[in-house]
């Protein structure tokens, strides 16, 4: 199975400022037959079904602000989260799809 | 406007059976894989089950195989989570989730399993 890992697990950052969590999978979900990585960032809040923020590790889903950005490849990934709003605060997972069991990572709670 | 409306949760003793529904409308249902995603509360999301669109090729987590059984009429446009020799272990919120390029895009409102005797 494919371990996905967070850091940190949680994360206080002030409103405006940046926010940074960083996801390390066990190997690579870089897909050789479309280039893309297996990868995709979403924003769980309490009584809500998680929601897309990012997706192939650098897509931004339709929808979501701009302040939201994924980058990396292959096994070490980072979301972003600029100027941070009072409405950021969540908990943050990233989860890959490259093989079976589709892990996610243990979540990253994100507080003002 | 898709929508992913799940049924069937509830309370069950240890060792019991229950099975879960999800309808989906606003897309073609037929042309995606479905998934079963579960979060215990409190604690992370875990992927459960996948299913193919034409239903013949399935796959489990290790921690529910040979007691989940994960299905879908596509006549109906309705994805099933049959799930017997429940454990306390197994009580979450299961969601259903459809596969879009890139992404788990669609996801039901979750629906609570508790087990407990």
């Known amino acids: 199975d494919i371990v996905m890992t967070q850091s940190p697990d949680s994360l206080a950052v002030s409103l405006g400022e940046r926010a940074t969590i960083n996801c390390k999978s066990s190997?690579?979900?870089?897909?050789?037959?479309?280039?893309?990585?297996?990868l995709t960032w979403y924003q769980k809040k309490p009584g809500q079904p998680p929601k897309v923020l990012i997706y192939w590790a650098s897509v931004r889903e339709s929808g979501v602000p701009d302040r939201f950005s994924g980058s990396g490849s292959g096994t070490d990934f980072t979301l972003t989260i600029n100027s941070l709003q009072a409405e950021d605060v969540a908990v943050y997972y990233c989860q890959q799809y490259y093989s079976p069991p589709y892990t996610f990572g243990q979540g990253t709670k994100l507080e003002i | 406007e898709v929508q992913l409306v799940e049924s069937g949760g509830g309370l069950v003793q240890p060792g019991g059976s229950l099975r879960l529904s999800c309808a989906a409308s606003?897309?073609?249902?037929?042309?995606?894989?479905m998934h079963w995603v579960r979060q215990v509360p409190g604690k992370g999301l875990m992927w459960v089950s996948q299913?193919?669109?034409?239903?013949?090729?399935?796959t489990y987590a290790d921690s529910v195989k040979g007691r989940f059984t994960i299905a879908r009429d596509n006549t109906k446009n309705t994805l099933y989570l049959q799930m017997n020799s429940l454990r306390a272990e197994d009580t979450a919120v299961y969601y259903c989730?459809?596969?879009?390029?890139?992404?788990?895009?669609?996801w039901g409102q979750g629906n609570l399993v508790t087990v407990s005797s």
């Open positions: 190997q690579s979900v870089l897909s050789s037959s479309n280039n893309h990585n297996s």
């Open positions: 989730t459809s596969f879009g390029p890139g992404k788990f895009d669609y």
């Open positions: 299913i193919h669109p034409d239903g013949r090729m399935t």
């Open positions: 606003g897309f073609t249902f037929s042309d995606r894989w």
